[in-house]
């Protein structure tokens, strides 16, 4: 009896695939690799960028050519960076902040695979074009007309269109934007209280997203963070991350007892409201957290101190008796401004890093307001003051921008005797600084009941706001650059980051 093996239909489609799929094999090697390369992700594409966003990313989906993507790279307007690779992935750092309210275009033609040449083909990429834009140019200051007196206001200088934050209720007296421009913690008393000391700390959004692919809270909703009830609160802080503030407060049935205390800004659903918790630490003065967040410098006995964020701060972390005030600190914490107040009353600014230098920059017989680090350069723009006359004790503000490197001072601007409440913002691009002009009341001229005031108590009659350009100019042509009058009537000008 013989046996016949029979070809059932399913084994015939077996085979036929199997001999499909070998011929397609075979062409596919004989064609060679016909696959172009193309970029696979951009990690800034249709976001909304800010200062603290120094690169992004292009991954592609084949090895490339790494000088073929280099030339080949356009971002219109010009951004200045430099190049860096992870094996399909390249990164573009920037040098210097992206200028704020600008629209962004990076293409990238022609850039050829890596293996192209030895393969003797002009294979390129796949055309890629990618959008991104920075955060609107946005400034926040406090009214000084009547109809908008002592109200939180934000200006959109890119849109030209002006938000009220605060009602009519509360006077507010500091701010300090959150790091992603959401919220902004202010304090403030009640506009019928006259009592500077009355202050209580609250938050209010802006209506701006921090990153563009989250819908923002509506603008104008103030949320109380720390009462008055038991303390004084008065003078506060709030960290770089946005998640700590430290503030000074002063026991009301005990006038001897003040301190730092610290609270975080965010809780937990349980509870309504943040727990402020003291710092065990010696009494002290002025103060500022640091960059990293975690310390808070102040300036105490005849030195400045750096204390931890945490109960026991009683040791501090470092003690830097010959300076008496920390100025400024750079972002990267990586140097500070520090003054020294010298026993013939003029005073030093130093420059003092993390690596043990201390290097003088200026000498002043008048005051050292204020110094801010520019973002975009080895650059320290500082408000001084000089002393006019010793008998009256007349000081005029001035301007100046200090090269960090050579120590070459340079003017910006001179302003008049009587304006020494000043106070500037730098913009977080580096490209414009934000002062104001307050105009105090007439001694001659009763102060109404209500009026705003300044820190040192002295009445404001009104208050403009200015705008300088800070673009990379010769120093020939620096005094062709003069500040602009902004259409606004308020002080205490800042910038959101």
Known sequence: MT??????????????????LSLL???????????????????????QIGADDIAFSLTFSRPMDTKS???????????????????????????????????????????????????????????????????DRVIVYIGANPEEQGQLILYNLTQEQKKILTPKDLTVMDFKPFPDGEKILFSARTANNQDLLSAQLYTVTTGIAGKSDTKPEAAAKVDLILDNKDYQNLKFDLSPDGETIVVQRGNKNNPGDFGLWYLPTTVDKSSPKPTPQRLQSQPGGDFMITPDSKAVAVAQGQGAAILPLQQD?????DFLPQFGLVQAFAKDGSQAAMVKFNTDYTRDLFLVTNQGVQKPLVKTTGSIIDCQFDPASPTLYCLLTQLITQAEYVEQPYLVAIDLKTGQQRPLLVLPVDQRNVEMSLSPDGLGLLFDQVVPQADNVPAPANSL??????AIATSSLWLMPLLPIADAAVTTIKPEKLPLIGFHPRWLP
Not at 3 to 17: E, G, H, M, N
Not at 25 to 47: A, H
């Open 3 to 20: 046996s016949k093996t029979f070809i059932q239909p399913l084994d015939r489609v077996a085979i036929a695939l199997m001999l499909l």
């Open 25 to 47: 094999i075979g062409f596919i090697i004989f064609q060679g690799d016909v696959v172009s390369p193309r970029v696979r992700n951009f990690t800034w594409q249709n976001q």
């Open 69 to 135: 993507v280099e030339d080949n790279l356009k971002i219109e307007p010009p951004l200045a960076g430099k190049f860096s690779w992870a094996g399909r992935r390249m990164v573009y750092t920037l040098l210097t902040p992206a200028p704020y309210g600008t629209n962004y275009k990076v293409q990238l033609q022609q850039a050829k695979d890596k293996f192209a040449q030895k393969e003797a083909n002009n294979k390129v990429i796949q055309p890629f074009v990618g959008n991104f834009r920075t955060r």
């Open 313 to 317: 701060a009683s040791k501090p972390l």
């Open 453 to 458: 005031k300044t820190d040192d108590g002295e």
